[in-house]
């Protein structure tokens, strides 16, 4: 992320800004899964669904390849863009963000 802006309005507002560029592929995949695993912890009960989701992010993230030029590559950092997956991840990622640090 790039250009985090705080803005105090008063005592009790504050505005903030974000300017995001090419997030996907700058993303720590392990932060990409514990961070599923907060979300998946708090809104689930059930240690078996957790586990099976955080093992589907797991190999989707370990497979991470992508076409560029007529070519397969697979990505070293992060999220491959233009992957289904990836819009899905990023605000996961972007949510958690804001619950931790905007919110507070």
Not at 36 to 44: A, E, H, M, V
Request: one cysteine or more; a positive charge; proline letters at 2%.
């Amino acid at each position: 992320m790039q250009g985090l802006n705080n803005i105090q309005t008063n005592n009790q507002h504050k505005i903030t800004t974000l300017n995001i560029k090419v997030l996907c592929v700058h993303l720590p995949t392990q932060n990409i899964i514990n961070i599923t695993k907060f979300w998946l912890n708090n809104n689930s009960n059930q240690n078996i669904i957790v586990k099976q989701t955080l093992e589907l992010i797991r190999v989707i993230l370990d497979q991470n390849y992508f076409e560029y030029n007529g070519r397969y590559l697979k990505s070293t950092q992060g999220i491959a863009m233009g992957s289904p997956i990836s819009g899905t991840l990023v605000e996961i990622y972007l949510q958690f963000f804001e619950e931790l640090i905007i919110k507070h």
